[in-house]
């Protein structure tokens, strides 16, 4: 069964720090992996979709990558700002719409 | 404006008495899902559905139905809720391949702003 495991739980970094969040799954037979942010109370909106033939995106100050063969992925978020404060989640897609939430990674940056 | 919405956005109910909470999306996406989340255990995918009339279960389908007659709507039916189905719960949609035509059968998912359900 797959399983989606997130790496921090918990961060807390000050502004303008570069930072690496972890995200790994157990079965490589996946479709794609996206990453996703969640502010409290809110729904969650998308950051990056990487199919399996990939190996990296990037969005502005937001790069990820990922590497099947070994089953993990990785969000950098250069130059870290206070807005970027949420709690960031990474999802993987097995078949067609079936999709695995990862725990997620609460990041606070401090002024 | 492109959107998913969610009706209600809070809920209070009983045992066994039952609701239905609506999901409904703007962008003629063919993919709608379903998801709960919960401390300690993330989201967990309750249901989806690929497009009209065709659906699928999700991780945690027990207790819930849903139906697609049409594109724009994916209801969450719980016919007899119980206690356990209080929580957090998303619907999202999306295209099912990049708008590039590449093929890939997957693109980037829309999230309702949430439904906050408690069953007392």
């Known amino acids: 069964k797959q399983e989606v495991t997130q790496i921090p739980a918990a961060l807390s970094v000050p502004e303008g720090e570069n930072l690496v969040l972890n995200c790994s799954f157990t079965d490589s037979a996946i479709y794609n992996l996206q990453w996703f942010r969640q502010d409290p109370g809110k729904g969650l909106t998308s950051l990056l979709l990487i199919q399996s033939s990939q190996r990296e995106q990037t969005s502005g100050r937001l790069n990820a990558s990922l590497d099947k063969s070994s089953g993990r992925s990785t969000l950098y978020i250069a130059a870290s700002q206070p807005g970027d404060s949420a709690t960031y989640l990474c999802a993987v897609s097995l078949t067609r719409g079936k999709l695995i939430f990862g725990q997620g990674t609460e990041l606070s940056v401090k002024p | 404006e492109a959107q998913v919405t969610q009706n209600p956005r809070y809920l209070i109910t009983v045992t066994g008495k039952k609701l239905t909470v609506t999901c409904s999306q703007n962008?003629?996406?063919?993919?709608m899902s379903w998801y709960r989340q919960d401390p300690g255990l993330g989201l967990r995918q309750i249901y989806y559905s690929m497009n009209v009339e065709v659906t699928d279960k999700g991780d945690v389908p027990e207790g819930y139905k849903v139906s697609r007659k049409e594109k724009r709507n994916f209801p969450l039916i719980l016919e007899s809720p119980s206690p356990n189905q209080t929580s957090l719960y998303f619907c999202a949609s999306s295209l099912p391949s990049a708008p590039s035509g590449s093929g890939y059968p997957y693109n980037e998912q829309f999230f309702g702003p949430g439904t906050r359900l408690t069953v007392l």
């Open positions: 962008m003629n996406h063919e993919y």
